[in-house]
């Protein structure tokens, strides 16, 4: 035997070794793989009340309905989600952004959790520190107000990561500005105020989540992505199947693929017994699975620990004085942005460069739209828009297309005028009425087929339906919204964009765990970075309704409507009807 062949030769006791090493290894592996696809055999309740409305339509004989099989043990989204390979560029920007709106770390959960730990704002105060000039402030100044979190006990807290809002309004005047809030990470935070207008202001600070909430939202996005759940129903001549559907399914079954081909969007439903994938026609809301911890709904108590005031410590309003001839402008140091606009006498003042008109008749708006085709994608909250402009324009006719009630597409005409809106849902998740498959489009997809020009409009709103997933799969939504734009732009210079943010609203228990208002300010936060320095516009419309006096709403009321039209509108139309000046005391 030669000295190659001796070196290849292995003694018994290093075979041995070398087989126990492989068999940890291999056992290791298959350990891993068991919790990872482990799931408990009793469903969660389900709760609805759209469950089964797409069923009402459907008088098939042998119809059978496949239900998922879903685990309330942790479980990270990315074990059960499926999609395409990111670009590296893609990737990077994802983990820049996740970076970017990262919340403040907290210490972990009590087990059991105890509400008297967490922040109580009835014992919470907030004080107004004194002006510049001794207790007196002048437009143009800047206020800053200091918030101190207790617990149930009154004790101080000693973190931060409590979610805040506060606003600065004179309802008298019609007026309202939004504080910027700074989380100090020692139980105190700041809010700092643009004092925009002359008389009367009072401060109003809330707290929406205390941080314990906040980490529930983060577990359940994470550990729960499908906690709403959809359905489709998959139909061959006599037969139907109902099977659910979401971005994310847990390998319980077998799946069918829908993800879209060109944006790479991920979408599946568990594969019918006994149908094709193809059988697929239509999809809609399933349910909400409500799965907490012991005592974590007790974080989610309205008049308790959600969206409830702060009251002050001393005064909550004081008097704004005529700004001085020689006052010179000082900023705090603790914001490094201020609001993007304010209210007053009812009607909204943008501070970011946009001169704002008023579009108070149908002979106004008719003619800053003559001669446009204006497309509005998005969700509900972009389908008032075009509802707001149906009910305000007597000659914009609606054609009947048919179309689900509150789903569509609407497309409306006035002829005469030469004025074309149309508007259309984007794609899933969409938690709307039953949908034909057919009309379930991605707006990156329909954006590239608008021709695009100086008389064509685009309206976009994306945020409202994405509020129970992990904020990558909205940043990965985002990014070929982006691309699409960027060539719609590039093609064709001359093509408005607008893009509507997302807004406050009620949060009663179930909303708060699947459309929380946390969720839609990360939301905000991702579109303001991803569009920056592209040529498109933004309506606010957080501040908008944050600064108004009006309670807060998934769909804001009319008057705030009409304010975010007119903003809309004042983009179209640099020479509308009647221009704003702003307050000569403001100025």
Known sequence: MTAIMKARVCTRKEFSAIFVFLAVFVFTLLLRNTDNLKEKESPRSRTSSEAGSSDKSQHKVNSTVIVPKVSSEPDMHHSFCTFQPRSPEDALEERLLLDSIAWPETPPLSDPLSLDQTSDPAHSTFTILPGRTGGQWHVGDQLEVMIKMSDFHGRPKKSGG??????????????????????????????????????????????????????VLNRLNSEQPDRIYFKSVFQSGSLSETTFCNVCLRPTQPLCNYTDLRTGEPWFCYKPKKLSCDARINHAMGGFNQDLNANEDKLFQSGVNLKVSIQSSGLAIFIVLPKTKDQSEVKSSIVTSGPSGYYYQSVWRALDGTTVHQFNNASAITQCLKGKVVHMYGDSTVRQFYEYLNTALPDLKEFDLHSPKKAGPYISLDYANNILVTSRFHGPPIRIVVVSTSELRYIANELDGVIGGTNTVVVLGVWAHFGTFPMEIYIRRLQNIRRAVVRLLNRSPGT???????????????????????????????????????????????????????????HPPPPIIKNMIDVLLSHISSDGPLTLEAPTHAR
Request: include cysteine; proline fraction near 4%.
């Open 496 to 554: 408005l964009v607008v893009i509507r943010t997302g807004n406050l609203k009620a949060l009663p228990l179930p909303v708060s765990l699947t459309n929380s208002d946390w969720h839609s300010l990360q939301c905000n936060n991702v579109l303001k970075t991803m569009f920056k320095g592209l040529n498109v516009h933004l309506i606010d419309a957080w501040e908008m309704v944050l600064a108004h006096h009006l309670p807060h709403d998934l």
């Open 162 to 215: 409590d979610f805040l809002v506060a606003r600065l309004h004179n309802q008298k005047l019609g007026a309202g500005v939004v504080g910027q809030v700074v989380d100090h990470h020692n139980g105190s935070y700041s809010a700092v105020f643009s004092l925009l207008w002359e008389g009367d202001a009072q401060v109003e600070v809330m707290l929406v989540h205390p941080h314990e909430a906040i980490q």
